[in-house]
């Protein structure tokens, strides 16, 4: 967590409250900061200060970092009103304030991260660090050298002002792709097939980073990253 923080942020983060039931523990007078009363939920904290609830030390919940192997059917944000959402197979307490770190179509499988990190969550999304991400794809026909070639150096999708980023392509065999890619525009991958004539079958997030996907989790497991793969965001692009 970045400090100053605001009061709300740290109790809510810290604690299983929501930030609506925090700001109700402030107003009623259940919030100290350095022994003194507290009522504003906007109120900067730094490290050094003293925060309590109802007569508890609040400590500085550290942040959480997971990999999810996302199953089809499932949309990668942590609400929605009409389909289930990845956060169905997280079993952690204050789960719904963790966030998706880039996000996978419902019929799209594979490596998911959530964190509660904002600024860890930036530099995974943000197209400023060009964090890579490594696709299997499985196409209805084969790409041949020329489409290869294009989807290498950057294709034109419908309405977007600018070229793709160049990719790297990598055969598997006839129908299987591997494709790595430094943008996260909106159904990206499925655009750039459909810009070389070619469809998506399937679609299988194997990597992120330095981060790539368990073999051992099944579909719907999840784990803790380790703190190698938290801190290779952002190394390796
Ligand atoms: N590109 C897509 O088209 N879909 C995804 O889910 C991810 C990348």
Known sequence: MKFPVRLDRLISQATDHSRKQVKYLLKDGYVTVNGEIERQAQRKVNQDDR?????????????RYFMLHKPQGFISA??????????????????????VAGRLDID????VLLTDDGQWLHQVISPKHQCEKAYRVETTK?????????LEQ???????KTRTAPAQIEVIDEYHYRIIITEGRYHQVK???AAVENHVESLHRERIA?????????????RALTQAEIESVGKLG
């Open 191 to 193: 655009r750039m097939f």
């Open 142 to 150: 084969p790409l041949d050298q020329k489409a290869i070639a294009k």
């Open 210 to 222: 330095g981060i790539v996907l368990d073999s051992a989790l099944a579909p719907g497991e999840y």
């Open 108 to 111: 799209t499988t594979g490596l």
């Open 78 to 99: 942590t609400k929605d009103k009409e389909h289930l959402t990845v956060l169905e197979f997280i079993d952690e307490p204050r789960r719904e304030n963790l966030s």
């Open 154 to 160: 950057g294709v034109w999708l419908n309405n977007e």
């Open 51 to 63: 925060v309590e609830l109802m007569d508890e030390p609040i400590g500085e919940a550290s942040a």
